[in-house]
């Protein structure tokens, strides 16, 4: 079966910058749309950014835009996401999520999830 694993979550300071990682097993990474999540304390899980089989497939969360990068090195079946700019309403705990077909920006058209990686940033 296919598994994530979430790493890199840790406190930053706002301003500052975080890469965390998603290791993806499977023979046929490479086929899958990834795609990042995130969830605040009380709140839902909302889609952060999106990245297709073809990586010129990118979509992002208006509230990322130009501070967040989705990545993915297929040779390594691994996606990450560059975070620069962080400001404390991005504290919440990072999810990566696979799934077949195209980008998508609901939560269950994807059909694996990681335990998630918690992303705090100070004020």
């Known amino acids: 079966q296919v598994q994530l694993v979430e790493s890199g979550g840790e406190l930053v300071q706002a301003g500052g910058s975080l890469r965390v990682s998603c290791a993806v097993s499977?023979?046929?990474?490479?086929?899958?749309?990834m795609g990042w999540f995130r969830q605040a304390p009380g709140k839902e899980r909302d889609f952060v950014a999106g990245?297709?089989?073809?990586?010129?497939?990118?979509y992002y969360a208006d509230s990322v835009k130009g501070r967040f990068t989705i990545s993915r090195d297929n040779a390594k079946n691994t996606v990450y996401l560059q975070m620069n700019s962080l400001k404390p309403e991005d504290t919440a705990v990072y999810y990566c999520a696979a799934k077949f077909g195209g980008v998508a920006y609901a939560r269950h058209l994807y059909n694996y999830w990681g335990q998630g990686t918690q992303v705090t940033v100070s004020s």
């Open positions: 990245i297709g089989w073809s990586t010129a497939d990118q």
């Open positions: 499977g023979r046929t990474f490479g086929r899958y749309t």
